[in-house]
């Protein structure tokens, strides 16, 4: 078995000198067993044809979005789902300010919007294309929506001038590839929990595409930080996988998913908009700014209970044995939510170490919720904090119960989408 058996990798070519290595590229992951269709934009076109791609791989070239033949054969929604991962390269500045704005009307703007699988990105352009303030603008954006934007290699380029965007070499990119599918397959395993982006696990159970269709779901994660002077902060231990997890599997699901995140170490899952925050206040004014369009809030954050009174301007000195901080309570996001009028379906968590279904049942009521998933943290044999699996009980209602085993968090997330699913349809 080698490297890349089984893989599917769309390749995506677009314009540039560099499109004449994808050729070398699309052999190299094939020389590893990968299973390569090829999507060429027109701009690829113009300096390597379709031809020569469809008889290295052996399989047909899409060009069009609007070819009937084409779209018998494989239509762009399947192109969509087929692949395991869809790799751009060369990806083109004018391919990374379409992505970056949605635009549909070409293939692969198309694809890039239907899939919910990893894109990665290999930019190739001019040093002064690359490095203008847009691009990196552009850059920017791609990679907070999930995109892997790989670095491009420094040099001579093919316009004369030497500097930073040439596309790297099709066995470096090859080997790139190879090492995403292993990091994807480290996730899969018992792995590294430090390593593992929760969005990103292995193999989640497979959950209907139509489940929240149309929904837009709004979701908070990781920790809060407070600053206490300019060096110093007050936070918690929240990995954020929970929420992330909840956020891929939300898209899945055929929701648009804006996550409100605390600082985290995980990456954007492919497909969510993400805004990234620091203190509860300005969570909670993000949140506040997106609820008028959201039909389903699911409050996953741990935000800090309280804040200081007053941040110091300057760092405080040690001096005295014993020092006092007065601390504010923070705002409770999900409590300012539920109660206001054109409140979203509200979804709580309750971390707890005893009296699980009691503590849950009476924030359910407090919170004025209309779900509540209650994770036991007391057993010290089964983590959930930084883990990459965790089981809940969920309440609602006067009595409504259910519980979902220990599980890895994206199948965990997909589970308790179901039933937040089930209660929309039935309040
Ligand atoms: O009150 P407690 O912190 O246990 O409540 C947990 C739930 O409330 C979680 O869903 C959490 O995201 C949310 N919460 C919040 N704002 C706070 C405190 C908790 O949204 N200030």
Redesign the pocket.
Known sequence: MTALTSRKILLAITGGIASYKSAILARRLQDQGGDVRVVMSKGAQAFITPLTLQALTGNPVHTDLLDESAEAAMGHIELARWPDLILIAPASANTMARLAHGLADDLLGTLCLATTKQIMLAPAMNHQMWANVATQANADTLKKRGFLLLEPDSGHQACGETGSGRMPEPEDLRDQVIAWFEQQSAAGSAGNPAQISAASTTNPSPINADLLKGKHVLI?AGPTVEPIDPVRYISNHSSGKMGYALAASAVEAGAQVTLVSGPTKLDTPQGVTRIDVQQ?TQMLSEVESWVPDTDVFI?????A?YRMAGIAEEKIKKQTEQMTLTLVK??????TISLRDDRPFCV????ETEHLAEHARS?LQK?KLDLIAANDVGNRDEPVFGADTNALDVYWGEHGHKRIERAPKRDVAAALLAIIAERLKNP
Do not use: E, Y
């Open positions: 908070t509860a409050a996953v954050a741990a935000v209970d923070n705002p409770d996001i999900l409590k709580g968590f309750a971390a924030k919170k």
